[in-house]
């Protein structure tokens, strides 16, 4: 177990200012004090934080996420309780359901609760509907930074969509539909359809207009009749995998092979995808490295006073089963 002669190793100084630095009492320079809360992080020696302390209670960090049912996000909520956990935090958890008015609601739900700091997954990182509110330091997860939130913790997910449409083209397609939850709902279905809008006008090929249906839904029943008959896909880009699940089901139900007659590629990763056959064709995110980065990044700013910083993730193409060549 870490004992605070430990720390004081660690930050070069003795016990007694150790402790003055930990409890905020007496004098401690500033850089004491900040390597006094990076040795104590980096040991899991677990202190409360000033604010904390002041209100006579255990710290607590608000979490935000589209929806928990989702396993992208339910990864990284578990990876984020996990570190916080060995911090001594406190985690309260909301959803949005991919609705920027209830957002709003479940940010101020959290605040109420007084959180010494918060991670956030916003339906749009730029939008207005939060800038009214008063927020303690705040890290973004899966958003891109904006002037008014410094920190994030994101993939690129422009360039995801990039390489995924490159990799259909490559297999002689031509008409590659996407298919979205609603953009207003995900900021980064959006970017991954303007990564597949730039790579099919670079090819000269004219990119279809996004089909977006609602996210919170039964996604067994989707209805692709319509914009089948209209679009006439060789390939369909889902905007995540449960979606393109969802392709799978509805193509099947209109008497369409996957991938003999039409191909399909997603984006996160999830496990189920590498277990279905054909083995979906997928983008694979690092959600459960991403909860764990946002979260030291959180503790690191709060108890440590570092900066905010943009921490951008790598990904990673999963060639499965589910996209074929075909004929031009």
Known sequence: MTTLADVAERAGCSIAAAS???????????????????????????????????????????????????????????????????????????????????????IAALLSERPTGLILTLCNAEGEINRGLDLPPTVLLNNLPTDRFPAAVTVDNQEAGRILTRHILLHGHERILFLSGNFQGSDRARLRYDGYREVMEQSGLPPLAPFQIPFIGSYEQIDLSATLWDTRPTAIIASNDLLAFGVIGALRKHGYRVPEEISVAGFDGIAVGQLMSPRLTTIEMPDASMGAVAASLLIDMTENGAPSRHLQMGFTLRQGETVRAVRT
């Open 20 to 106: 003055r630095a930990l409890n905020a009492r007496g004098a401690v320079s500033e850089g004491l004090q900040r390597r006094v809360r990076k040795a104590a992080t980096e040991l899991g020696y677990r202190t409360l934080p000033l604010l904390a302390r002041r209100h006579g209670r255990r710290p607590v960090v608000g979490v935000l996420i589209p929806s928990i049912t989702n396993p992208v996000f339910a990864t990284s909520l578990s990876n984020i309780q996990n570190r916080m956990l060995i911090a001594g935090h406190a985690v309260l958890i909301a959803q949005s359901n991919y609705d920027p008015l209830q957002e709003a609601g479940a």
